[in-house]
T-cell receptor
Framework: GAVVSQHPSRVICKSGTSVKIECRSLDFQATTMFWYRQFPKQSLMLMATSNEGSKATYEQGVEKDKFLINHASLTLSTLTVTSAHPEDSSFYIC?????????????FGSGTQLSVL | LAKTTQPISMDSYEGQEVNITCSHNNIATNDYITWYQQFPSQGPRFIIQGYKTKVTNEVASLFIPADRKSSTLSLPRVSLSDTAVYYCLVGPLFSGGYNKLIFGAGTRLAVHP
């Protein structure tokens, strides 16, 4: 199946710094990618939809100035957590959709564990 | 988007068959049903997808009754490595709606020796 690569897998940073997370579709082109956030023992929460060549669409309650999304190419989307604070500590997951035959599937990255000190 | 309801948790033993049922009473005509598996600190992994009746692949079967208001994921002969959270998602394919798949709480399956 299609592969979505996410990097880094884990990052620890000081409060106030910015962190960039990369999401790449390795063997297919993804005009649309998605960013999720997951707290321990909770489900995935969709943060935003990243569209290649255009602005991202954010879900209600997600600060677009806090979570900057860039989708400059058909294989790369980045999420930058700006001025990170301890409450931003979470597991961030990206995904991309790919058409497989007559089906459409979402493929997910391996996730990034962000810890803000 | 159709809301889904699953059991919060299930327990099983190695070698048993596990059936996880998902309710989606307001499923739309063009909605598909997709199941994902997630291990701790990993992204979800696609298991199986279907529209109606029965779908089978190398890891699972998906049973969907005629009214499509529910679906059952069947895992044959589970092993310890099947301990994970299983999510049932419902949404249309090839449209913007599918892009906004909403994850429910999922079912935490614990497989015991």
């Amino acid at each position: 199946g299609a592969v979505v690569s996410q990097h880094p897998s884990r990052v620890i940073c000081k409060s106030g710094t910015s962190v960039k997370i990369e999401c790449r579709s390795l063997d297919f082109q993804a005009t649309t990618m998605f960013w999720y956030r997951q707290f321990p023992k909770q489900s995935l929460m969709l943060m935003a939809t990243s569209n290649e060549g255009s602005k991202a669409t954010y879900e209600q309650g997600v600060e677009k100035d806090k979570f900057l999304i860039n989708h400059a190419s058909l294989t790369l989307s980045t999420l930058t957590v700006t001025s990170a604070h301890p409450e931003d500590s979470s597991f961030y997951i990206c995904s991309a959709r790919d058409r497989v035959g007559t089906n459409e599937k979402l493929f997910f990255g391996s996730g990034t564990q962000l810890s803000v000190l | 988007l159709a809301k889904t309801t699953q059991p919060i948790s299930m327990d099983s033993y190695e070698g048993q068959e596990v059936n996880i049922t998902c309710s989606h009473n307001n499923i739309a005509t063009n909605d598909y049903i997709t199941w994902y598996q997630q291990f701790p600190s990993q992204g979800p992994r696609f298991i199986i997808q279907g529209y109606k009746t029965k779908v089978t692949n190398e890891v699972a079967s998906l049973f969907i009754p005629a009214d499509r208001k529910s679906s059952t994921l069947s895992l044959p002969r589970v092993s310890l490595s099947d301990t994970a959270v299983y999510y049932c998602l419902v949404g249309p394919l090839f449209s913007g709606g599918y892009n906004k798949l909403i994850f429910g709480a999922g079912t935490r399956l614990a497989v015991h020796p």
